[in-house]
Every structure is written in structure tokens, then in C-alpha cells.
Nanobody, 126 residues
Framework: QVQLVESGGGLVQAGDSLRLSCAAS????????MGWFRQAPGKEREFVSV????????YYADSLKGRFTISNDNAKNTVWLQMNSLTPEDTAVYYC???????????????????WGQGTQVTVSS
């Protein structure tokens, strides 16, 4: 059974940085794409980024390019999301997700992901 466990969330001030982690277990992750989504209160879930398990291919939501960086470590079965220059608009629950195959046209669609973590709260104060 695939399990994804996020960590690293917290309360930070605007302009700060934060790195989220997603520890994966229970699967052969060399065939998975790993993504990050977020959901702010009262808003729909939003695609953040996705990475191939080999790490050679990454995609980002256009609005987050340049501030957020996704990376992974195959040996540790871990995916990270480095978030810089945080603003209050980045406040949300951040979720890690995994899918076996990626179609670029659907990389931002959460329903196409097979597994989800429980989420980690990120709160950015002004």
C-alpha cells in the first residue's frame, strides 16, 4: 500500500522560505510522477508542481515558477518542495500526490493522481 507523508509546514512570515517534504513508501516509485497541490480555505485545490521520479522532468504552475522548486531523492524516496518569497496568498494545506503515468494535458488535474498524503498546513503571516 502506497503511503505519502508530508511534513515541513508551519507558520512563517511574508518573505520567508519553507521546504516541504513528502516521504513515500509501499511502492515502486521509479515509475511514479510525484506532484504537489495546495488548497486554501474556501478555494479549489490548485496544482503546484510535478516531477518525474528520475528527477529529469519538472512542471510548475505558471504563477509559481521562479519561487517554488520541486526536487527528489530516489534513494530516500522523498520529494521536496522549496518555497521562497512566501506571501499570505501561499497560505494553504499542501498535499503530496503520486501517479503512475503523466499526460501533460492532465498534470494539473488532481483526480488523475492515484495516491495522496494527508497534507501539511502552511500559514504565511503578513
Amino acid at each position: 500500500q502506497v503511503q505519502l507523508v508530508e511534513s515541513g509546514g508551519g507558520l512563517v512570515q511574508a518573505g520567508d522560505s519553507l521546504r516541504l517534504s513528502c516521504a513515500a513508501s509501499g511502492g515502486t516509485f521509479s515509475r511514479y510522477w510525484m506532484g504537489w497541490f495546495r488548497q486554501a480555505p474556501g478555494k479549489e485545490r490548485e496544482f503546484v508542481s510535478v516531477i518525474s521520479w528520475g528527477g529529469s522532468t519538472t512542471y510548475y504552475a505558471d504563477s509559481l515558477k521562479g519561487r517554488f522548486t520541486i526536487s527528489n531523492d530516489n534513494a530516500k524516496n522523498t520529494v521536496w518542495l522549496q518555497m521562497n518569497s512566501l506571501t499570505p496568498e501561499d497560505t494553504a494545506v499542501y498535499y503530496c500526490a503520486a501517479r503512475r503515468a503523466l499526460a501533460i494535458a492532465t498534470m494539473g488535474r488532481g483526480e488523475k493522481y492515484d495516491y495522496w498524503g494527508q497534507g501539511t498546513q502552511v500559514t504565511v503571516s503578513s
